[in-house]
């Protein structure tokens, strides 16, 4: 089954449906109507009705209201039925949403760039992370005198809000710049942007930005939607966000079977002959592509005469037109503008992190994901792979499923025991790091 055919990418279509239900109802205007509420280990989204769990729950990818991570973790929690999903919780810091979005560089704005156009460099780019392996990754780019471009997720895999110190995530972002590589969006928490309302797809970027300005003081201009999955309208809000949208060229799909075809689609295009154009996807929460394959994409290009640069630089444009300063909206380099400290929403503000119209959100407790500092070497390399291809991106596990649950446990709300497309199940690795998350990949 494809990622289109799983539930959330019901979502939107359910909306409009949304039945009046006995029991207790309110009116959400973010859904358009009434709605029933759910409560812990209900049913809830498409699977129960439409129902929308009660505040403080999230409403798992199977359809069940709960807490902790087999329910909240994004992208599988289903973000318009359950008020607590990862993927709703707005991260602290000044909103970018009138943040003006004037026009700069070479790069075209809102329209698909899938290859570089400087001759003699090719650009790594890996998505998702920040996670538990990048640190490990920057060591190897640095060792190897590589710079690549990260499309950055805010909050996936549970790993937490990347502006959140407890995340541990913001050092890396840091490190990043520091170290000479891109930072782009990849959204905040994952989604398939084409299965959310313009509401909820609107939070996706800007959520992301506002966590981005937070711990380097700029947000990107640089943009990879999730599975490559962006439609026309979502195209054209990316434009009118100011936003270069950098697909790829070449795909060798570390994120499937274990890497097993990588080496050989990799070799194959280098080998080619082409003297320029690669835009390479790849993953930094592969431990497969840290643990070895990162290497070997690196020396079979330098071997070829590339220079690895960052999907900016390959495209033609100087850093200082990566990044845009979050009051002014103009180009501005992301060295040296440092973290923006702000404070949090005013506590009487109605919380713009949930559709549930209610007001006073309860924010689930965040249980902190560990600072990562693993060392690749110590990662087992037989994880196994759950995934299936959608658009040249799929979902695998990465982690084991949640380590908290207080919703009703009934054996059919944690996402990762579904075995569903498009829905992470453990692999053999899992119990061995002992952290929460599943990861879609693209
Ligand atoms: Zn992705």
């Known amino acids: 089954m494809r990622l289109h055919d799983t539930p959330i990418a019901l979502v939107a279509g359910a909306l409009a449906l949304s039945p009046l239900a006995a029991g207790h109802s309110l009116e959400n205007p973010a859904l358009g109507g009434l709605q029933r509420r759910a409560g812990a280990g209900s049913k809830c989204g498409p699977a129960g009705g439409n129902a929308v769990c009660d ?29 607590a999903c990862d993927g709703n919780k707005r991260p602290s810091g000044a909103d970018t949403s009138n943040t003006p979005r004037p026009r700069f560089g070479s790069v075209p704005f809102g329209v698909d760039v899938s290859s570089c156009t400087v001759p003699g460099k090719l650009a790594l780019t890996f998505d998702d992370g920040p996670y538990i392996y990048t640190s490990a990754l920057l060591d190897l780019l ?15 895999a549970g ?3 990347i502006n959140d110190p407890n995340s541990g995530y913001a050092p890396i972002l840091q490190r990043m710049i520091a170290e000479g590589h891109q930072i782009g969006s990849h959204t905040w928490s994952h989604e398939n942007l084409d299965s959310l309302t313009p509401e909820f797809r609107r939070k996706q970027f800007v959520y992301n930005e506002i966590a981005l300005v937070g711990v380097l003081g700029v947000f990107p201009s640089y943009f990879r939607p999730p599975y490559t999955v962006c439609n026309a309208d979502c195209y054209a809000e990316l434009g009118a966000l100011g936003y270069k949208v950098v697909n790829y060229d070449v795909d060798p799909k570390d994120w499937e079977d274990g890497g097993a075809k990588s080496h050989q689609i990799f070799t194959s295009a280098i080998d080619s002959g082409r003297q ?31 220079e690895i640069v ?6 033609g444009e100087p850093e200082s037109q990566w990044y845009r300063d979050p009051k002014t909206g103009a180009a501005r380099s992301a060295r040296g503008a440092g973290p923006v400290e702000e404070p949090e929403p005013e506590p009487s503000k109605k919380p713009d992190t949930t559709p549930t119209g209610t007001g ?53 709300a944690s996402s990762q025991e579904t075995g569903a497309a498009g829905v992470a199940r453990p692999g053999t690795f899992l119990g061995l790091l002992g952290l929460g998350a599943a990861l879609v990949l693209a």
């Open 55 to 83: 505040d403080g729950l999230c409403c798992s990818e199977a359809g069940v209201c709960g807490t902790g991570g087999g329910f909240c973790t994004a992208p599988g929690c289903l973000l318009a039925f359950g008020p």
């Open 360 to 412: 006073g959100v309860k924010r689930p407790v965040i249980t902190p994901t560990p600072v990562p500092t693993f060392k690749v070497t110590e990662l087992p390399r037989n994880s196994t792979s759950t995934a299936e291809p959608t658009k040249g991106s799929s979902t695998i596990t990465t982690a084991a499923a949640a380590t908290t649950t207080t919703g009703t446990s009934t054996g059919t």
């Open 159 to 161: 790993k937490g809000a």
């Open 276 to 306: 320029s154009e690669y835009l390479v996807l790849a993953h930094d929460v592969q431990p497969f592509t840290v643990d070895g394959f990162a290497e070997f994409m690196i020396d079979k290009a330098q071997a070829a005469g590339f």
């Open 310 to 315: 960052p999907a900016g630089e390959c495209l």
């Open 142 to 156: 640095k060792k190897k005198n590589a710079r690549a471009t990260f499309f950055v997720t805010g909050n996936n």
